[in-house]
């Protein structure tokens, strides 16, 4: 068959219109990084039927997959003493297209920066729920869900631009660092405002603002000498994700083929009897049919995880992760991540969701466990959350006749299960977060509050509150995750009271934030809270004594869950209290004489803080 000149020359212009750089990821590099061997993900439409060109930059490794639209290409820029390279697509002698790959500098001290620790109080928020500060963005033309603030469950518009705004706030509050749930690109159709289930992970969400506007929130915090910590999820993408839509390779994802959801079982990860069956469907099942599982044992995925998450970490100068489902994750794959990650960043700090209720099950997952150890494994994650305590505080202040396994024993115990733990200072301890019930509408009457954050704010680990629960917000967790993610009053223009603003908070709300305040502000400086000793005596009549402890201060402890007012006999206590101690007593500020007893009132809580002798 012969063709017209022009119908040939129309033929070579489509194809040269298809051969394009549509993406390239990551999007560019920095310069003296541990991690200098770096694999580009390049797509175009058929972009694996050409030819592919780096001038000037030797040891380049290409590889394929069955997918044409994909290139995986390899290269060092360990020795490259330049600004940038290109990258040509060629056919032939053509030059297609090109992509010039910039590698920048770093910021000074990038690689030795100190991640969160026990000397943190971290802020959970929702950035949709939490202020609008650029009502503009919140529909985009690019995104499929719009606002709709009447819906509990869709987006309401909170963005970047208003946890900026109310930054002073969150300051005030006595937190130092501020983790937000994930906001990078969520596509769906709807459900996208808790954005777990992403659609790019190289762009943040255009309904809470851009890449340039979250690394500035990154800057105004560590201009308060505060930290910002991502939500990353390497366990599963959402449905819409663009490479998911058309995948690099059939096993980019796990599939059965097709959709399996997960057993949830997490116990499969290092049950001695476990059937494979089971264990598969915990690691490789979907989450959710709408999120699908992404196959961390192929190292094309390994690879591009760990360096989105370097990425992140060097663009927006961040001081942390919290990893969504870390034991969901394939854990011999999501070992290697965390190992790459803490090698790029030794201080850094990485906090792993490990939703169990067992303190030996939880302890597997934390860095050089003697637990995971029996099973030759580490999964080199620092910190995980202590699910156990948190089990405890969603039952312990409704237990106010204390049995032999009812009342503050249950603190107690949880406490008595710490040697499980490699570090306890790195466990983040919780009352609440965003998928668990608000504790403010578990417990209405503000005293059990009370009582929670003098726990929170004195116990070992790392003290996380949930936005709102300082001016007292409520939500039912029967009624939908809408309902415990409400918007925060203020946040939006046109709202009745802003409490945000100190002086339109009513009278309750006061109460809620200045007991907060004060405890995490004193909590700010001190070392014996941070890195103390701790010293526990079994609850007598659910009153709960502690002590924190190091070689210039003592803190006394002292919760009371009876609905009695109660005398305490201090002599029970002089292995570490001595017969006369002036202490101060930080919740009411007073200076108080321990000898003997002391009287405490139902429902309250001291602290007592003085010298050691």
Same mark, same amino acid.
């Given at each position: 068959?012969?063709?017209? #000149? ?16 549509? @993406?390239?990821?990551? +999007? ?9 061997? $770096? ?59 090109? %992509?010039?790959?910039?590698?920048? /500098? ?12 026990? =000397? ?48 002073? %706030? ?11 749930? #994930? ?32 690394? &500035? ?11 910002? $910590? ?50 598969? %469907?915990? /690691?490789?099942?979907?989450?959710? =049919? ?8 192929? +190292? ?25 489902? %870390? =034991? ?173 603003? +100190? ?19 004193? @909590? ?14 079994? +609850? ?11 070689? /210039? ?18 002599? @029970? ?13 930080? $919740? =009411? ?21 003085? &010298?050691?002798?």
């Amino acid at each position: 068959m012969k063709y017209k #000149p022009f119908l040939l020359l129309l033929i070579f212009a489509s194809q040269i219109a298809f051969a394009q750089f549509e @993406r390239v990821e990551p +999007p560019f590099w920095w310069k003296d990084m541990q991690m200098s061997q $770096i694999q580009l993900m390049i797509y175009g439409k058929n972009i694996a039927n050409y030819q592919l060109e780096i001038p000037n930059v030797q040891n380049i490794q290409i590889e394929k997959t069955e997918n044409k639209n994909y290139l995986f290409v390899t290269v060092e820029t360990k020795n490259l003493n330049q600004d940038s390279f290109i990258i040509r697509l060629k056919k032939g002698r053509k030059t297609i297209d090109s %992509y010039t790959y910039e590698l920048k /500098e770093r910021r000074p001290g990038s690689a030795t920066r100190k991640g969160f620790d026990a =000397s943190d109080a971290i802020y959970l928020l929702m950035p949709d729920r939490f202020a609008n500060g650029d009502p503009g963005n919140d529909s985009h033309p690019e995104m499929a869900e719009k606002a709709d603030r009447s819906y509990h469950g869709g987006r309401h518009g909170g963005d970047i631009q208003g946890i900026i705004n109310n930054l002073d %706030y969150i300051e005030n509050l006595g937190m130092t660092a501020i983790w937000s749930t #994930p906001m990078l690109a969520d596509n769906d159709d709807k459900y996208s405002y808790h954005t777990y289930a992403q659609s790019d992970v190289y762009r943040i969400d255009p309904r809470y603002g851009t890449n340039a506007l979250y690394r &500035k929130l990154g800057a105004e915090l560590h201009k308060r000498d505060m930290k910002l $910590i991502m939500d990353y999820v390497t366990n599963h993408w959402g449905i819409t994700h663009w490479m998911i839509q058309d995948l690099p390779t059939y096993d980019w994802i796990h599939q059965f083929p097709g959709y399996a959801n997960s057993n949830y079982r997490m116990t499969t990860q290092y049950d001695p009897n476990f059937s494979e069956r089971d264990k598969k %469907y915990c /690691e490789d099942g979907w989450f959710v =049919s709408t999120m699908p599982d992404l196959n961390q044992r192929h +190292p094309l995925v390994l690879q591009y995880l760990i360096q989105n998450a370097i990425w992140w970490i060097e663009y927006a100068d961040l001081d942390g992760f919290r990893v969504d489902t %870390y =034991s969901y994750n394939d854990k011999e794959a999501i070992a290697k991540w965390t190992a790459a990650i803490m090698q790029e960043y030794p201080n850094f700090n990485i906090v792993g969701e490990v939703w169990l209720h067992d303190q030996a099950q939880i302890a597997y997952w934390q860095k050089d466990s003697k637990i995971g150890a029996l099973q030759n494994y580490n999964s080199h994650c620092p910190a995980v959350m202590d699910f156990t305590l948190h089990d405890a505080i969603m039952e312990v202040f409704h237990e106010e006749k204390a049995t032999w396994t009812e009342g503050l024993i249950k603190v107690y115990e949880n406490m008595v299960n710490d040697f499980l733990y490699p570090d306890t200072n790195q466990l983040l301890i919780f009352a609440e977060n965003h998928d668990t019930p608000r504790i403010n509408q578990l417990y209405p009457d503000i005293a059990d509050y009370k009582l929670i954050m003098t726990l929170l704010a004195t116990h070992r680990g790392i003290p996380q509150l949930y936005y709102g629960s300082a001016i007292g917000m409520q939500g039912k967790k029967e009624v939908g995750d809408g309902d415990i993610r409400r918007d925060f009053p203020g946040g939006w223009d046109g709202d009745t009271q802003n409490a945000f603003d +100190p002086i339109e908070r009513t009278a309750k709300q006061k109460e809620y934030f200045e007991h907060t305040a004060t405890l995490f502000q004193w @909590r700010k400086n001190q070392k014996v809270i941070h890195s103390g000793k701790t010293k526990q005596f079994i +609850p007598e009549n659910n009153v709960f004594v502690y002590f924190r402890y190091h070689k /210039e201060d003592v803190v006394m402890v002292v919760i009371n869950n009876n609905i009695e007012d109660q005398e305490i006999d201090l002599r @029970r206590f002089r292995e570490i209290l001595p017969t006369q101690a002036n202490a101060l007593e930080v $919740i =009411s500020g007073q200076n108080t004489l321990l000898e003997d007893s002391i009287a405490i009132s139902a429902k309250s809580s001291k602290i007592f803080q003085f &010298k050691n002798q």
